[in-house]
């Protein structure tokens, strides 16, 4: 359930528009005509990447009076950001693994030129 709720996030924000809408809703929450007016498409345009993002559990909607704001998800970057973690710390290590082999290796390259010197 988590890794498909993962790339249901993961392909919403694949879309650099909805990535600028999770940006500006970061900000504080906004209407869709709010939303909608950097960009030189339709409300309804908007409208459809909110139904997107919504989908993926990155924004939600409230009721507020006439209006119906719009509310980024922020508890779904926990999600994102424990995965991307996870293979961070993989890296991390095989890249500390790699660096004691070249440590080990520049070692052994070093040694044959210091018995030299010392045999001179």
């Given at each position: 359930?988590?890794e498909?709720?993962?790339?249901?996030?993961?392909?919403?924000?694949?879309?650099?528009?909805?990535?600028d809408?999770?940006?500006?809703?970061?900000?504080?929450?906004?209407?869709?005509g709010?939303?909608?007016?950097?960009?030189?498409?339709?409300?309804?345009?908007?409208?459809?990447?909110?139904?997107?993002?919504?989908?993926?559990?990155?924004?939600?909607?409230?009721?507020?009076?006439?209006?119906?704001?719009?509310?980024?998800?922020?508890?779904?970057f926990?999600?994102?950001?424990?995965?991307?973690?996870?293979?961070?710390?993989?890296?991390?290590?095989?890249?500390?693994?790699?660096?004691a082999?070249?440590?080990?290796?520049?070692?052994?390259?070093?040694?044959?030129?210091?018995?030299?010197?010392?045999?001179?």
């Amino acid at each position: 359930m988590t890794e498909d709720r993962l790339s249901r996030v993961f392909a919403a924000l694949a879309d650099p528009t909805r990535r600028d809408i999770v940006a500006r809703l970061a900000v504080g929450d906004a209407t869709v005509g709010q939303l909608a007016a950097p960009y030189d498409v339709t409300v309804q345009a908007v409208s459809k990447h909110l139904k997107v993002l919504e989908d993926a559990g990155l924004v939600s909607r409230s009721k507020d009076a006439q209006r119906r704001p719009r509310h980024l998800e922020a508890e779904v970057f926990d999600l994102m950001t424990k995965w991307i973690e996870r293979y961070r710390r993989q890296a991390e290590e095989r890249f500390q693994r790699l660096d004691a082999v070249l440590a080990e290796m520049d070692g052994d390259e070093q040694e044959p030129t210091n018995r030299q010197g010392a045999a001179s």
